[in-house]
């Protein structure tokens, strides 16, 4: 069984379970697929509690330092707009990313 924790309250949870959690909702294109701004959440975590905010704001700048939270926030009204060539390069990564953690773990 695959599982990883969940960022906001670092229970275990099972891949099939788990949720793509967004700090900024994924509505923001800036930040959509921003690893900064995407992590593992448990069901409970991220749509019973609308993404647990007060736990994230504290261990996104556990993680990655002080002031991460602000600046993500400075950025949620930013506009991108991706190409085909980006999307496809990301999807690529993504997809090697996976089938890496998946021979690892099988």
């Not at 599982?3 to 959690?21: L, M, P």
């Not at 002080?66 to 085909?84: I, M, N, S």
Request: glycine letters at 4%.
């Amino acid at each position: 069984i695959y599982w990883g924790r969940c960022f906001t309250c670092h229970e275990a949870v099972e891949f099939n379970q788990a949720e793509a959690g967004h700090f900024i909702p994924r509505t923001t294109d800036a930040l959509c697929y921003d690893e900064m701004n995407v992590h593992l959440q448990c069901h409970n975590c991220n749509s019973i509690l609308k993404g647990n905010i007060p736990a994230y704001k504290t261990v996104l700048n556990e993680e990655y330092g002080e002031g991460t939270w602000e600046a993500l926030e400075a950025r949620k009204f930013d506009v991108k707009q991706y190409r085909a060539p980006e999307l496809m390069e990301m999807i690529a990564h993504y997809t090697q990313a996976f089938n890496s953690l998946k021979a690892t773990y099988s």
